[in-house]
């Protein structure tokens, strides 16, 4: 197994400038989410989707998109990057959407610089 | 909403005990999870609580009460690879799993 992918690794973009950030897993995980970290801080959840075809916001959402069309797949869409946007980008999945209990598993993250 | 409070970093020596303490503020808490991060990489799931009381899991230990919003991370016979980022994380009966800002352990010879 891969486990949890992300790509690409780094990117720089311009403000304005709209990409999406890719997720997989080949674990049949049912849970998945997107954080974000900046220096020094916590993770903070994006958005999360218990299932494919259900997402929802979590603490940090304006500005991403989400969508869940396949189990496997989490893409994450910056609509208008922004310098604030600047951070390292984590996908997690979890086995199931039950709350807890499940050991997260993170891809390596997504170095995004926004210039 | 929810929230997690847990010290911005603690130092202790190689060998030695330390504890990691986390309040919270989680409304529907299910559970309260620990993840460890070394610098660059990415987080690693280490213990998790639901049920009161201490769960060991080899040299770490992870405690909760939920009459007190509070929990801890123990760890056991430091080592240098212990040096990391730890965060707490709350998880919600809407299936959110919200991290504290993190503590940096820093361990010395």
């Known amino acids: 197994n891969a486990g949890v992918t992300q790509t690409p690794k780094f990117q720089v973009l311009k403000t304005g400038q709209s990409m999406t950030l890719q997720c997989a897993q080949d674990?049949?995980?049912?849970?998945m989410s997107w954080y974000r970290q900046d220096p020094g801080m916590g993770l903070r959840l994006i958005h999360y989707s218990v299932g494919a075809g259900i997402t929802d916001q979590g603490e940090v959402p304006n500005g991403y998109n989400v969508s869940r069309s396949t189990t496997e797949d989490f893409p994450l869409r910056l609509l208008s990057a922004a310098p604030s946007q600047t951070s390292v980008y984590f996908c997690?999945?979890?086995?199931?959407?039950?709350?807890?209990?499940?050991?997260?598993?993170f891809g390596p993250g997504t170095r995004l610089l926004v210039l | 909403g929810q929230s997690l409070e847990q010290p911005s970093e603690v130092t202790a020596v190689e060998g030695a005990i330390v504890q990691i303490n986390c309040t919270y503020q989680t409304s529907g808490f299910y559970g309260l999870s620990w993840y460890q991060q070394h610098d660059g990489g990415a987080p690693t799931f280490l213990s998790y609580n639901a049920l009161d009381g201490l769960e060991e899991t080899g040299r770490f230990s992870s405690f909760l009460s939920r009459s007190d919003s509070y929990g801890y991370l123990l760890l056991q016979e430091l080592q240098m690879k212990d040096s990391a980022s730890y965060f707490c994380?709350?998880?919600?009966?809407?299936?959110?799993?919200?991290f504290g800002q993190g503590t940096t352990l820093q361990v010395k010879p």
């Open positions: 674990m049949n995980h049912e849970y």
């Open positions: 994380a709350g998880s919600s009966n809407t299936g959110k799993l919200i």
């Open positions: 997690a999945s979890s086995y199931s959407g039950r709350p807890g209990g499940e050991t997260q598993y």
